[in-house]
């Protein structure tokens, strides 16, 4: 019986890591599209602040075409990997929860707290934190310092989405010298969009790595 068990034991860890493997290549592939489509709309936002592009216009060129194409595309790729980011994430959680180790949050309220106003404000960080630590086998507190890749990436993505909410309301009310200066916020955005990308690329990479190390399967999953 003692053997059936640590076979058992043994295949579910396994099988869970495999599967954060996977949804860790999946995440990387649409994080990876995110920082070409929004490398490409700040590359239209510069453009935009040049004077080449304008989408103001009552006739669009080929270039204002093409632009509206890029953001809808850039809508599109933003939302599917939101959604492979929230699978790495469920099992990433679930892997530890199901080899006993005590979680603040469950794998669903995990992903569920990035999309409830105020607490996505905090929450999610405080997860990302955790999973970490626990993952690399360290202790975690809230008064603990966060790794430095994770703080900068919940900063660029709470500036981010600021920055990027400011630049639309500011559009959406001002067609003279005030859409210029929403384009330029825009592009920030733009910019920090891509830093948030590339950094959450580094934390899922790392967390999936320290997951699937020798010594964490041994120490943690068993």
């Known amino acids: 019986m003692e053997t059936t068990e640590v076979g058992e034991s043994a295949s579910l860890s396994e099988n869970g890591i495999g599967r954060l493997q ?43 075409q093409i632009y509206t194409v890029v953001l809808i595309a850039h809508t599109a790729i933003f939302l599917v990997s939101v959604v492979f980011v929230c699978m790495w994430i469920y099992r990433a959680h679930a892997n530890l ?82 859409f210029s200066v929403s384009i330029a916020i825009g592009a920030v955005g733009s910019g920090l969009t891509i830093a948030c990308a590339l950094l959450l690329r580094t934390i899922i990479t790392d967390i999936t790595s320290a997951q699937n190390t020798e010594l964490n399967v041994r120490q943690v999953f068993e």
């Open 97 to 178: 929860r199901e080899r006993g180790i005590e979680m603040e949050s469950s794998p669903g309220w995990t992903v569920g707290s990035f999309f409830v106003p105020i607490i996505n404000l905090f929450k999610p960080f405080q997860n990302m934190r955790e999973l970490w630590a626990e993952s690399h086998l360290e202790s975690d507190s809230y008064g603990d310092p966060a790794p430095g890749e994770i703080g900068a990436w919940w900063a660029c993505w709470i500036v981010g989405n600021i920055v990027s909410y400011v630049s639309v309301r500011m559009s959406a009310f001002d067609t003279g010298e005030g």
């Open 22 to 64: 996977a949804r860790a290549r999946n995440a990387g592939y649409a994080i990876f599209a995110v920082v070409i489509i929004s490398a490409i709309v700040l590359a239209f936002e510069l453009l935009e602040l040049a004077g080449v592009v304008n989408l103001l216009s009552p006739v669009y060129g080929p270039l204002e």
